[in-house]
């Protein structure tokens, strides 16, 4: 079952459970899906999914950010409930320990010796590890441990 399939058949299991969030979260990310669809001119694969799924998640971080500076709490925690739902799709990310190990790695593989080859650093951990690492975390650890 492809990703997309696993989508839409969890709308329907949130329609006949009367879980309107889930359904509303999931039918917005297969909006986008179809649109998706058209713009490329074939069926999305499972890797356009889980950019989309990745785009829905930090959309809705940055709301969260918004919505909690102007006080709105009820808008940012309908935020956090549908951030927690898209995760449920996604392969679970590296603990900022994990990700350390990785960093210290990368930067003696590519023998990087200072922080303006951070970008280099950066491309090579999102390109070897794609959904697999937060790159601000990335970036982060990077700086922290680069000269």
């Known amino acids: 079952m492809t990703l997309r399939q696993q989508l839409d058949a969890d709308v329907k299991?949130?329609?006949?459970?009367?879980?309107?969030?889930?359904?509303?979260?999931?039918?917005?990310?297969?909006?986008?899906?179809?649109?998706?669809?058209?713009?490329?001119?074939r069926d999305v694969t499972d890797e356009d999914v889980l950019a989309t799924l990745n785009g829905g998640v930090k959309?809705?971080?940055?709301?969260?950010?918004?919505?909690?500076?102007?006080?709105r709490e009820e808008l940012a925690a309908k935020e956090r409930a549908e951030i927690e739902i898209l995760r449920r799709y996604l392969p679970k990310q590296l603990g900022e320990d994990e990700t350390?190990?990785?960093?210290?790695k990368l930067i003696a593989e590519l023998a990087v010796t200072s922080k303006a080859d951070i970008g280099r650093?950066?491309?090579?951990?999102?390109?070897?590890?794609?959904?697999?690492?937060?790159?601000?975390?990335?970036q982060?650890?990077?700086?922290?441990l680069l000269p």
């Open 13 to 41: 299991t949130a329609m006949k459970s009367g879980d309107n969030l889930t359904r509303d979260t999931l039918r917005m990310i297969l909006g986008h899906l179809k649109k998706l669809d058209v713009d490329l001119g």
């Open 100 to 104: 350390r190990a990785l960093v210290k």
């Open 59 to 71: 959309t809705r971080q940055q709301s969260v950010v918004e919505f909690a500076k102007a006080g």
């Open 140 to 144: 982060k650890l990077a700086a922290e």
């Open 121 to 138: 650093l950066m491309k090579e951990a999102m390109a070897r590890h794609k959904g697999l690492v937060d790159g601000k975390l990335v």
